[in-house]
């Protein structure tokens, strides 16, 4: 267990629907990322936060927004889905304020776009 | 320029074999090599890591071996079991980014 919390696990929604992913990250940690895995793909990293603050934008499309709340965990919001969306989309923390190899992963939340 | 590229999409080895991954790299930047191991339904973990100034890094049955000048790296698995089944991940550091390999599928047979 890496101590990185995500919910839902799995979620089917349709085209045009808006949904929020939310990430608890290891207890300490300050800095949340976000990835998208697609299908025979790799990890894109879309955008992290650190203490409340963006810290860095990866390949995130305008469609999909994420923030960090106070209490440190993080929700990754995506609207007018498209079926092109489906993806597992992981959350990842660490203590450093930047990208780090260190990063915990969670579970990740397995997104059905239909 | 940023990119990662890792070969072979798909590996099929025999328990006790030896499983070589690849990966290769552009970006001169890149300071920190580290491979990642993940198990379906899990994320990612990491697995070893190595700096650019260091040719090979071997932790128990894992080794990265680190060419600088051809700009590739590769995990070796030695005496694979089918526990080590999973996908793997090479990726590459640079101005603290993360650029990950499009991961390796390793399955190991008895």
């Known amino acids: 267990d890496s101590g990185v919390t995500q919910t839902p696990k799995h979620l089917i929604t349709a085209t045009g629907q808006r949904v929020t992913l939310r990430c608890s990250p290891r207890?300490?940690?300050?800095?949340v990322y976000w990835y998208q895995q697609s299908l025979d793909q790799g990890l894109q990293f879309l955008i992290q936060y650190y203490n409340g603050e963006e810290r860095a934008k990866g390949n995130i499309l305008e469609r999909f927004s994420a923030q960090q709340f106070p209490d440190l965990h993080s929700e990754l919001n995506l609207s007018s889905l498209e079926l092109g969306d489906s993806a597992l989309y992981f959350c990842a923390s660490s203590a450093r304020g930047v990208q780090s190899a260190e990063a915990f992963f969670g579970q990740g939340t397995r997104l059905t776009v239909v | 320029q940023q990119q990662v590229k890792q070969s072979p999409q798909s590996l099929i080895v025999q328990k006790g074999g030896i499983s070589i991954i690849n990966c290769a790299y552009e970006?001169?930047?890149?300071?920190?090599f580290p491979w990642y191991q993940q198990f379906p339904g899990k994320g990612p973990a990491l697995l070893i890591a190595i700096r650019p100034d260091v040719s090979e890094k071997k932790e128990g049955r894992f080794t990265i071996s680190f060419n600088k000048s051809a700009k590739q790296f590769s995990l070796h698995i030695m005496d694979s079991q089918p526990g080590d089944s999973a996908t793997y991940f090479c990726a590459a550091r640079v101005s603290d980014k993360l650029i990950f390999g499009t991961g390796t599928r390793l399955q190991v047979f008895p």
């Open positions: 970006n001169t930047a890149f300071d920190y």
């Open positions: 207890s300490g940690d300050l800095s």
